[in-house]
C-alpha cells in the first residue's frame, strides 16, 4: 500500500499521535532526523507564544528497529508540553464563534455547545505531525535525489521581488522569516512588527520547490490519480490555505499558449530537455523530470488581538471575538508545512511507480526507470480501432 498516515490529538491534549503506512523496509530513520524539520517548523519570526513554550520531538514508538524501518506501521507521539498548564483547570466554555476559524460551522455539524470541542482539533497544532511525517517522507525520497526546499515570496502587503528561484531557496534556508533575499527579509520584520503592535495577522505567498524528480509520477488516466489533483488537494488542506497554483499559473493565463508552453528539444550532447517550466514540473497530471514549482496562497489567520464583531451563541447576542494566543503571522513557519505534506505526496506516488517492500528493491527499480532521451516512437499508421463487428 502506498505511504499515508493518520493522526489524532488535540492542540492542549497530552499529545499529538501518528500512524505512518506503506513505509518500506530497511529505511534509515531515527528520531533525530525527524527533530530537524520539527525545529524548522518552529522558526521564530511572526510566531505566538506557544512556541517559546513547545520544544517539539517526535517519539518513534514502532516500526523501527536498530535505526532502520521493518515495513510494520510507524508510531510516532508529540508531546504536548502545554498540556500541563490546563491539566485538572475548570475552562469557562468558549461561546463566541472567532470568524475565520470552524467555530461555527463546526459546532453546528457535530453539535457542541462548546467551541473549544472544535477549536482543539482544527488548531494548526496538528501541522507537527504533518511535519513528523513528512520527514519521513523526505529521508525516503533523500535516497533517489528528490529535495524540497521553500520561501517566502510575499508577505502582507510586501510584493514578490525577481530574486531568482534558487538564490530565493538558498537565502531561504538561513533567514528568521524565510525570505528570498536580504531586502525582504528587513521588509518581512517590519510588517510583522507593524502588524503586531496594532493587533493584527498577516498572510503571505509561499513558494516550494521539489527537484530530482523522474518522468511521469503520477497520471492522467482517472483525475483522482492526476499529481497536481493530490498535491493541490493535500496544500489546500493546510490551515489557512486559500489558493494553490502551479509555477504562476494565474500570471500566465495571459500569455498565449503557442509562447507559454515548455518546447521540448535535445541539448548539444543529445539529452532531452526542456528550456523552460512554466508548467511548474506538471504536464497532464504527471512530472516532467523538471523542478516541481507549488505556490500556495495563506490568508491571514483569524485569531486577531483586534476584536471582530460576532454572535455569543450561549446568549444570542451580538458580540466581539475574545483574543486567544496566537501568530502575528505563521507564514514563515507554514513553508515547513507546505514542504511536508507535497513530500508526502510525492513518496506515495513514488511507492506507486515502483512498488517494492524494501528501500534496496526502490532503488534497483528506480535506477532502471525510462527516460526521454531512449525514447523512439514509431512513425508507422496503426489502427485502433476494427471496422469489424466485436458482436459477431
Known sequence: MAFHYLSAGESHGPCLTVIVEGVPAGLPLNEDMLATDLARRQLKAGAGGRMDIETDRAEILAGVMAGKTTGAPIALRIPNKDHAAWRGRAVPAYTVARPGHADLAACVKYGF?????????????????????GAIARALLGHFGIHASSYVASLGDVSEGDTPLDAALAFAEGSPSRAPDQAHEDAYANAIHVARSKGETLGGVMVCSVTGLPIGLGSYVTPER???????????????????????????????????HDAIVRDGEGHVTRPTNRCGGLEAG??????????????????????????????????????????????PRACVVLESVILIELAAALMERLGGDTLDEMKARFAALPTADGLRLSAEPKVFWPDADLKA
Do not use: W
Not at 499529481?227 to 504562476?248: E, H, P, Q, S, T
Open 226 to 260: 492526476r499529481l497536481d489533483a493530490r498535491i493541490g488537494a493535500a496544500v489546500l488542506g493546510m490551515n489557512a490555505i486559500k489558493g494553490v497554483a502551479f509555477a504562476d499559473a494565474f500570471h500566465d493565463t495571459a500569455i498565449p499558449g503557442s509562447a507559454l
Open 286 to 331: 504527471m512530472t516532467t523530470g523538471q523542478p516541481l514549482v507549488v505556490r500556495a496562497a495563506m490568508k491571514p489567520i483569524p485569531t486577531t488581538l483586534a476584536p471582530q464583531r460576532s454572535i455569543d451563541f450561549a446568549t444570542g447576542a451580538a458580540s466581539e471575538t475574545a483574543y486567544e494566543r496566537s501568530d502575528t503571522c505563521p507564514v
Open 113 to 133: 455547545d462548546d467551541i473549544r470541542c472544535a477549536l482543539e482539533r482544527s488548531s494548526a497544532r496538528e501541522t507537527a505531525c504533518r511535519v513528523a511525517v
